[in-house]
């Protein structure tokens, strides 16, 4: 049998509370937002490069930019966005203690 939770009005002071319901909400809707918005951006990076690899036809290193973004720069760059990710809840989860 379960048990039904009476809904509960929340102050300002629940939010100054550590590991309060509205901040571990408002937290929870950063990470969604960073989440949507570096996939998007890592979406548009590997899109972009892969629809304009012809015209990037500037060298790096003795090889063609759109060559090496497409074989090794958009690796390196999810790599960086699961850094950035992983370093921004790390912050933002020590708030909750």
Not at 7 to 27: G, K, N, R, V, Y
Not at 30 to 40: A, H, K, S
């Amino acid at each position: 049998m379960m048990r039904f939770m009476s809904p509960q009005t929340h102050t300002q002071e629940d939010a100054d509370t550590p590991s309060s319901p509205l901040l571990q909400a408002c937290i929870e809707k950063r990470v969604r937002n960073l989440r949507w918005g570096l996939m998007l951006l890592w979406v548009a990076a590997t899109f972009g490069t892969v629809y304009n690899a012809r015209n990037l036809d500037f060298s790096v290193g003795g090889w063609h930019f759109g060559f090496w973004m497409g074989a090794q720069g958009l690796v390196l760059l999810f790599l960086a966005l699961t850094w950035i990710f992983a370093l921004c809840v790390n912050h933002w989860e020590s708030q909750l203690n």
